[in-house]
């Protein structure tokens, strides 16, 4: 694919949509919320649909959206009785506690229980990475969803979602790839945009989960923990490509690169992608995933830190406050 190659990284291109701002005009949100109707419970889900986000390893209702069109415009309406737990396998008896200790991101965010959300689905801007003849290797953005690598650390929980023994940081079984392929693909796009984006093989390999040109790496680049390749249309990126100068990276993953720097859609920080709030150069940015496990603990996935440095920062896999950054390869006719 790396063919025939032009490079302008400052290029962006709108494809697809997908929830994102705030809607805050109050006329519109009141016939929104006349048009939802009843609002849904764990027993009554009434119209809406729940994200069976994980609380205590297992899906929970207590998180739910609906899809409503006004006019020509299409929104989302969001709804929750309780908070997300920043960590999707946080026990029962230690929620409270850990609440107090690690404030929710949804409320962190400013957002509260029991309140209608309602969020206007935009088109999505694209960075172009790499535009060959007739492909274009696409990156969002912004961190358009806030989601978990994967909802489990325990073993045998692992094996009752996937079926085989397989590490938590395993990407090709990842609860991330899976909101990627099904979920966002079926949100984002619409038939004949679905048309366009090319199915990729995905390169899980060690040297995948290093970066790009690091010399003191050139010794022992061994990553115990690697999956296989997976074959998707969608995709988060590797440290290896996030650290790739021919996608506009700054090689150095302990750089601070603005490249590399995200902010996470309103929709976003709803569901809980945390955002730096302190003045700093950081200041609005948020972390996102990577699909690279770490190489020294099966428990924790790469991502990028908020200031854009990708320097083996690595998180556990159930924390479900870092977003989610699309990658794909598009037909460019």
């Known amino acids: 694919m790396l063919d025939h190659v032009t490079t302008n990284h400052q ?63 299409r929104y989302r309406g969001v709804y929750f009785s309780e908070w997300r737990p920043n960590i999707t396998d946080l026990l029962e008896d230690d929620y409270e506690e850990c609440s107090e200790t690690y404030e929710p991101a949804q409320q962190a965010n400013g957002y509260k229980r029991k309140t209608v959300y309602w969020f206007l689905f935009e088109p999505i801007e694209w960075r172009v990475l790499y535009q060959g003849e007739d492909l274009a290797l696409l990156l969002s953005c912004r ?12 073993q045998d929980d692992i094996e009752v979602a996937v079926h085989v023994p397989v590490d938590p940081n395993d990407y090709s079984y990842s609860d991330l790839r899976f909101f990627l392929t099904e979920i966002f693909y079926r949100d984002a796009f619409s038939e004949r945009e679905r048309e366009r984006i090319v199915e990729t093989e995905i390169i899980n390999d060690e040297q995948s989960t290093f970066p ?116 794909l390869w598009i037909k460019r006719r």
């Open 11 to 73: 290029k962006t291109i709108s494809f697809g949509s997908y929830p994102q701002r705030l809607v805050t005009e109050e006329a519109l949100i009141r016939r929104l919320n006349g048009m939802a109707g009843v609002l849904p419970t764990e027993t009554r889900p009434e119209k809406w649909t729940s994200y069976h986000f994980y609380y205590n390893n297992r899906p929970f209702d207590f998180c739910w959206y609906i899809d409503l069109t006004d006019g020509d415009k």
């Open 143 to 154: 961190s358009l969803d806030a989601r978990e690598f994967f909802h489990a650390t325990d």
């Open 212 to 327: 790009s040109d690091r010399k003191d790496c050139a010794k022992g680049r061994h990553n115990p923990y690697v999956c296989q390749n997976t074959v998707d249309k969608l995709f988060v990126l590797s440290v290896q490509e996030v650290t790739d100068p021919l996608f506009g990276f700054d090689p150095d993953p302990r750089n601070s690169d603005s490249m590399r720097r995200m902010i996470p859609t309103d929709y976003a920080q709803a569901l809980g992608a945390g955002k730096v709030k302190v003045e700093c150069e950081a200041k609005g940015f948020g972390g996102w995933w990577l699909r690279s496990p770490d190489k020294d603990c099966p428990v924790d996935a790469r991502y990028v830190m908020p200031d854009g440095s990708a320097d083996w920062d690595d998180g556990l896999v159930t924390l479900n406050n870092l977003g989610v950054v699309p990658a």
